[in-house]
């Protein structure tokens, strides 16, 4: 069983960044895949970007460019980096472990953390 913590979050400006962490517990993060998602009230949870156990990594179309997801090990932990962030940015951000590829399916990932709230506004 795997527990996830995000931690980060906040009230940023358009233009500031953030970096979101998860740290992983209660399993060996090293083979799992994990994913960050996002979800605003009202909206569907959001795919934003993966890692997969041997690093390579995928983004949604929105976050192309501006995100960079990564992990470290050793610390049993993953990042989301959040670079140039704007108000459509804002939402409930979720990290989530699979022990498989990686997906861009919410349903597809079987360990999720309780959220951080990241707000963009000025």
């Known amino acids: 069983q795997v527990q996830l913590v995000e931690s980060g979050g906040g009230l940023v400006q358009p233009g500031d960044s953030l970096r979101l962490s998860c740290a992983a517990s209660g399993g060996m993060f090293s083979r799992y895949a994990m994913g960050w998602f996002r979800q605003s009230p009202g909206d569907q949870r959001e795919f934003v970007a993966a890692?997969?156990?041997?690093?390579?990594?995928n983004y949604g179309n929105s976050v192309t460019g501006r995100f960079t997801i990564s992990r470290d090990n050793a610390r049993n932990t993953g990042y989301l980096q959040m670079n140039s962030l704007k108000p459509e940015d804002t939402g409930v951000y979720y990290c989530?472990?699979?022990?498989?590829?990686?997906?861009?399916?919410?349903?597809?990932?079987?360990?999720w953390g309780q959220g951080t709230q990241v707000t963009v506004s000025s």
């Open positions: 890692i997969s156990a041997r690093g390579a990594t």
């Open positions: 989530a472990a699979r022990y498989s590829f990686t997906s861009i399916a919410s349903q597809d990932y079987d360990y």
